[in-house]
């Protein structure tokens, strides 16, 4: 911010730890939102610095609990999204976003959430960016799964995944990231700012890096056909028709696997 | 077929050029599939060797022309895609495709064809899984797009689309595309057969890399939940109950872009 940021995302649950080992755990760490004291803190912050936040936080609404992402602004609470898929034991902890993908108006453009591994499903940002999001910030909390977590150029899986989702939807996407071993988690750094080519601005973070990564970004180009030709465009050649006519293939696997 | 292959994958219209001036000339190397002489030698070679052979041809049906790929074995000629994504110039000559995203029964399992720039629509990868799919073969000639074409490992964003579709859909890829210059078409390698976990078995192929790329895969890879965790599966965590409600959003961009 000190740094001249405009828009900060933080990791997954960043405030409250990743890891819990019972319900219980999560409750007593869960705040009403926008309500409780994390997201006016947040408040607090964007509004004395002009600037907007995207955090994540472990929501609590009754009897529930959701692993929330909230983008605040200057001019206080914006809104929500409840993470739409539970990765592992989230699914113990957590009730599956019902929300849908939220996009918000903001001063610096319209913004997308998602959260961590809602980005191994391509509809998510898909759905998001055909709303007309110029960026999607996904806090996230990738942690170590079957091998091989990285490629030779230290480069895992999601941050692919990220690249891809961004250059197919013509969108801006920024992930934040933990390192290191939180109670059984281990996390794969590894966050970066896709442009809407796909490719990362500057660089990727390393697997084990504590750093803060910077990108302009120029919501022309997420407003803009990427120049391939005269006669492609991303967005518009999506084959809509075709695709709904296997709506009942969205359902699951008709055939067994 | 010599090294023991019993599924092989060829280029993107490899029997007649890729580059096209104009619709003439796209017509005179069409041919009726599957009567034209073109499928009928795959036929012949399919039979004579036991193999399964996925080609791709201008196929001409009256006055229209697709971009088609046809699977083929030692019984002989047993489906076809007609690509549904065109590119460029591709869309003064060809029709898109008008018939979905079939997968087709083999004595090696389900195999399910796209071609090229399909990959950039992440919906075809996935209806093509959602239906069983264990190998998804794509004749490719990846063209020229706006820099940058590699990272520093010499791959290209097409790759990254390859092994992310392979990953979030658990499915092997094989992709064969060309090399150098045709005409007006620089194109950009990178061949590669993505396993189940979105990783290239074996290696990617080099951008100007003149090579035959081999893999075996196992069809209990692709019909089996990757082993993330015992909470989550790829396939059964889609949340269509919310992709289904933006149904409308599919439509296009709601939005202004």
Known sequence: MAEGANLIVLPELATTGYTFFSREEAFAHAEP???GP???AWEHFARAHGVYIVGCLPELDGWKLYDTAVLVGPEGFIGKYRKTHLWNEEK????PGDLG???FETRLGRIGLLVCWDIWFPETARLVAQQGADIICIPTGWVWTPPPLYDASGTCM?????????HVNNVFIATADRI???????FMGNSLIAGTNGWPIGRIAGPDEDTILYADI???QSRTAPIWNQLNDLHR????DLYDQMLGYRGGSPLPR
Chains 1, 2 share one sequence.
Do not use: K, W
Request: no cysteine.
């Open 33 to 35: 939102v926008p309500t």
């Open 38 to 40: 994390t997201v006016r």
């Open 92 to 95: 113990l902890f957590f009730t």
């Open 101 to 103: 993908y939220p996009v």
């Open 158 to 166: 999601a941050a692919y995944l990220t690249m891809t989702a961004a």
């Open 180 to 186: 290191g071993v939180e109670r059984t988690s281990g």
């Open 218 to 220: 120029d919501v022309v």
């Open 237 to 240: 050649d999506r084959r809509v």
